[in-house]
Structures are given as C-alpha cells and as structure tokens.
C-alpha cells in the first residue's frame, strides 16, 4: 500500500515528519511521498526516520499558474539544492508578503493576530490560511476550520489575498531539471465535468505533466475509475494519495482516505520509470 500526497508539520499539517513515518508503518505503507507546500525542509526528517523501514519520496507540492487559475502540482524525487530549491525562496518571500496582507485585513475586521502569534501557531517551516483559521477556531471566532475560510479566508472571502504562483511551465521545468516527475493534485479544482476533464488532461499530457492524481480521498471508486480512463487516454500516469493533513483534516486517514481509497503500488513503479 503506498499513499504519494502526505502533509507534516512543516506546513499545514499537524504531525512531525518522522511521526508520519512511524504512522506510516503503522497502517502498512510501503512507501509514503512527502508532500508539504512549497517547502523541502521536512524531508531529511523524514529520510532519516524512514532508514530503509519505508521507502521516502522526497516531494513537494507547488501552487502554480495555469490556464488563468491555480492549479496544484505535486513534483516527486525532489532534492535539496536543486532546480525546484532554487524557486523556494521567491515562493516563500511571497508567502510571508500574503501572510502581512491578511493580518492587516483581519485587524482591519477588529481581529488582532499579531505576527509573533502567528509564528507560534504555525510552528517551524510554510505559514498559511490554515495557521489563521487555527487561531480564529482558538479564538472562539468561528467553530470549525471550515467556518474560518468560508467567512474570512477563500477566495472571495474579506481576508483573502493572492499569493505568487510560479507558472506551470516553469515549474514542471524545474521538476524535471531535478531528475523528478510531476503530476497534478486533486484534479477537481481545475475541472468539474467530463469534458473539462478530457480538455485539461490533454492539456497537461502537451505541456510534459507526467501524472494526474486520479485515486484521491474526495472521489468515489467510480469517479476514480473514470478519471484513470481519461488519464490513460494521454499517457498520464494515474497517482494518488490520502491527502493527508493530521488533525487539520481529520476525516482523512493515511493510506486509506476515507476509508476505501487504495492507491495500485504500480503507479509508483510507473512513475520511477519517468524519472529524468
């Protein structure tokens, strides 16, 4: 059993990196992708608690440009100091620009999150949304995670602001530069039909994207299978993964999702065999 999108500490989730190593075996994974957002530095980490009991995937997730909107892309077999490193400073320069915006829009609200406050929720590596909606859940001025971005932190939302996004091309680029694969993440953010779902992965098999994320914890088997069809149709590789986020997701269990979710282990073999 492998799970290829997992989230730590480092960024929005709430387990250490070796922490999900040892739940990783836990459960029976054999092989586990770690995924933060925009960051690498959960990753020797985790390497090092992996020790040859579990085959590590250094990855990551990158919020990128395409076709107009954002699109999530998950880069696996990622190293430090390579290609993909050499972007995370911009990134994350633009991360904490974002961050300063919504403050500043939440204390315009009356809600006053100091910076200082801030940190020390979100604790070493990536700070975002999820970090803010923590302390207005803490705060009493929401009940859920969920209520905080439905009312102060999507899209649309009074708290809102845009982040720097590398484009696609760009990032798939730098993947592949690194020896690495790329795929899209959660595919029903860039597509809610048939049609739009043949239209983009033709798309993404044109711009050299390697894989789509068709085994995802939000679909159903059916779903699943269908987006597998569409993405064997253009030579994309069918990935997948929990999704997984600790406390911050609660409902999501690694390896599994949502229970049924059951990623093929040759979908990693695919992948490897890829790697530039």
Partial sequence: ???LHVHSR??????PPARLVDLARAVGLTAMALTDHDTLEGIPEAVAAADGHLELIPGI???VHWDGHGMHLLGYWIPDGGAVDGLLAWIQEGRIIRNLEMLEALSGMGIVITPEELAEESGPGVTGRPHFAAILVRRGIVDTLGQAFDEYLSYGRPAYRPRR???AGQAIAAIHADGGVA???HPHTVADDADGFASAFKAFSEL????VECHYSEYDPAQRMRLVEVA???GL???GGSDYHGGKKEHLRLGVGNGDLRVPDEVLEELGDLRR
């Avoid at 050299?208 to 894989?211: E, F, K, L, Q, Y």
């Fill in 237 to 239: 590789v069918p990935t």
């Fill in 208 to 211: 050299g994207i390697d894989g």
């Fill in 61 to 63: 997730e990158l919020s």
């Fill in 232 to 234: 064997r149709s253009f």
């Fill in 165 to 167: 996004r590398l484009q």
């Fill in 10 to 15: 480092i960024s929005d989730g709430t387990d």
């Fill in 183 to 185: 795929a899209v993440a």
């Fill in 1 to 3: 059993m492998i799970d």
